[in-house]
């Protein structure tokens, strides 16, 4: 076994890791090489003071940048072996990767890893078609892969009941200025290697809307028209509420995007439930389970759209100065 990762094997896997998703596309991560193992470490300075005051949509971007990690080095055959926050004194640095015993891929690791450059998040409206039993499977047992779990919004009431919740976690957080100002600074119209394309805002909320859009999105829609009829809503959540849960959430989080995407699925996030403590302690009594809700999905077959712009490899790599 190799007892080291090169810069090449580095490069390589970051290539991919930066495809994760991240609250307004800030690619809030930095990766680096230290006495052989790849480290991920926080951007402590892409982080959203006013939308992400605690820092929890961090750990969820940077786990999920680790989950892609993961893959990309198993399908090289390198596969990895993970420590979460390895430094205590150091907690910026989210997880260390060290070689594991050479394997090959299985198929289900190729596949997701397949999965990787065509997921993006899909605001625009979904088809009414119902996403089937053996496709919402798959995505609870992707959660459950990773020491997670996804619960599947099943019948009106469900839905309606936590729409009710995300509709006033929004109004909460659209009352406060410096949110809506750091929202405004992300949203690009240029063809900027960061932030939300307004092209991929989605369309313009409006009032009768089930669920809350974020609200980057200016395309015009059909006035007074239902935005889409039946959409599979889904709540990933944890065990706890550490530090360490929410980059396992992060990675849970990435594999079942990734499962959703080769099953032919769309999907966005909606994490206004979460950022609002009130609504997130609302919804985690709704769903009666143990546990912390970290992440709301709305899941289903979506038209088609494309990957948002990423920063170079070489601008989250830090990489020792060559003489
Ligand atoms: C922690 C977190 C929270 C997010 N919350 C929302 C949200 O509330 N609404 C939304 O439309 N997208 C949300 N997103 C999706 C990001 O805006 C999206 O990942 C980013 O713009 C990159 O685009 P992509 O997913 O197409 O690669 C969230 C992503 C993360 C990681």
């Not at 390198?78 to 260390?96: G, H, I």
């Not at 299985?106 to 450059?117: D, F, K, V």
């Amino acid at each position: 076994m190799d007892t080291a990762y090169t810069v090449e094997q580095l490069r390589n896997a970051v290539t991919d890791a930066v495809r994760a998703p991240s609250l307004h596309n800030t690619q809030p991560w930095r990766f680096r090489l230290r006495d052989g193992g790849i480290e991920v470490l926080v951007d402590a300075s892409r982080r959203l003071p006013a939308t992400d005051p605690s820092g929890w949509g961090v750990r969820i971007a940077c786990g999920a940048a680790l989950f892609n990690l993961r893959l990309a080095l198993a399908v090289a055959g390198t596969p990895a072996r993970v420590r979460l926050r390895p430094y205590p004194a150091e907690p910026d640095v989210v997880a260390r990767l060290v070689p594991d015993v050479p394997r090959r891929a299985t198929p289900a690791e190729q596949s997701l890893y397949a999965a990787i450059p065509r997921r993006f998040s899909n605001r625009a409206p979904f088809w009414p078609d119902p996403v089937p039993a053996d496709a919402r499977w798959r995505l609870a047992e992707a959660a459950r892969a990773e020491q997670c779990w996804l619960e599947l919004l099943i019948g009106v009431s469900a839905v309606n009941a936590f729409a009710e919740i995300a509709r006033s976690a929004h109004r909460v957080l659209e009352r406060d200025p410096a949110y809506r100002a750091e929202r405004a600074d992300w949203v690009r119209t240029d063809a900027a290697p960061d932030g939300v394309p307004a092209a991929a805002g989605g369309p313009r909320g409006e009032p009768q809307d089930l669920l809350p859009s974020r609200g980057f999105g200016g395309l015009d829609r059909a006035p007074g028209r239902d935005f889409e009829p039946e959409p599979l809503v889904a709540v990933l959540g944890s065990a706890g509420n550490t530090a360490v849960d929410q980059v396992v959430a992060g990675q849970a989080l990435q594999r079942v995007l990734l499962t959703a995407t080769d099953s032919g699925l769309s999907a966005s996030m909606l994490s206004q439930p979460i950022e609002v403590a009130g609504a997130r302690e609302q919804l985690r009594l709704s769903l009666g389970r143990f546990g912390t809700p970290q992440m709301v999905l709305r899941i289903g077959y979506g038209q088609p759209g494309s990957p948002t712009p990423r920063r170079h490899v070489d601008e989250v790599l830090d990489l020792p100065v060559r003489p």
